[in-house]
T-cell receptor, first 115, second 114 residues
Framework: NAGVMQNPRHLVRRRGQEARLRCSPM?????VYWYRQLPEEGLKFMVY????????ESGMPKERFSAEFPKEGPSILRIQQVVRGDSAAYFC?????????????FGPGTRLLVL | AQSVSQHNHHVILSEAASLELGCNYS??????LFWYVQYPGQHLQLLLK????DPLVKGIKGFEAEFIKSKFSFNLRKPSVQWSDTAEYFC????????????WGAGTKLIIKP
């Protein structure tokens, strides 16, 4: 009963490098959500994707951040030219297709540290 | 803008004490309500949820929460905590006009003294 998987669990990057975070949803789930958690804060919605479609990216910073969920393979959250302020925990969640209010199940998160 | 407030950022209790963690939200429309828990080193797990029906919701591990619409609240309770309940607890709300985004409280870190 594999849950949502994220890798890497920890990622260290220097300023200006790229960070790629991967998320494999639960079996049978075709909706993926990315959230960011800054220290001492709650999670903040970033983007909602279905297979090959970005449904809502209203929470994504306008520059340097992008997300995809291809037909095959995991969802990828990509951060280009990382800055120290990008240091955070990034959580992926997935849900079943159909009712958009289906419960979201979370992965363990990727902790990004930008030096 | 919709928001979710958790009143206590840190709570320290002794084993067998009763627990109540507050959660309030700012929205008068239809909501779905969730409590998630994150044990040290682990991922977020769903404790319980409320979509409709009986406002007193039972979750896993002896937790329950009560939805009080007039107070815009969804407080989490447990009559007798255990050391293993040490974790961070998050309240999240799914608002009617944003039917897939979860809006999160800042979390409450709960420490249970053995």
């Amino acid at each position: 009963n594999a849950g949502v998987m994220q890798n890497p669990r920890h990622l260290v990057r220097r300023r200006g490098q790229e960070a790629r975070l991967r998320c494999s949803p639960m079996k049978g789930h075709s909706h993926v959500y990315w959230y960011r958690q800054l220290p001492e804060e709650g999670l903040k919605f970033m983007v909602y994707l279905q297979k090959e479609n970005i449904i809502d990216e209203s929470g994504m910073p306008k520059e340097r951040f992008s997300a995809e969920f291809p037909k095959e393979g995991p969802s990828i959250l990509r951060i280009q030219q990382v800055v120290r302020g990008d240091s955070a925990a990034y959580f992926c969640a997935s849900s079943r297709p159909g009712n958009p209010q289906e419960t979201q199940y979370f992965g363990p998160g990727t902790r990004l540290l930008v030096l | 803008a919709q928001s979710v407030s958790q009143h206590n950022h840190h709570v320290i209790l002794s084993e067998a004490a009763s627990l109540e963690l507050g959660c309030n939200y700012s929205y008068g429309g239809t909501v779905n309500l969730f409590w998630y828990v994150q044990y040290p080193g682990q991922h977020l797990q769903l404790l319980l949820k409320y979509f409709s029906g009986d406002p007193l919701v039972k979750g896993i591990k002896g937790f329950e929460a009560e939805f009080i619409k007039s107070k815009f609240s969804f407080n989490l309770r447990k009559p007798s905590v255990q050391w293993s309940d040490t974790a961070e607890y998050f309240c999240a709300v799914n608002f009617e006009d944003s039917n897939y985004q979860l809006i999160w409280g800042a979390g409450t870190k709960l420490i249970i003294k053995p």
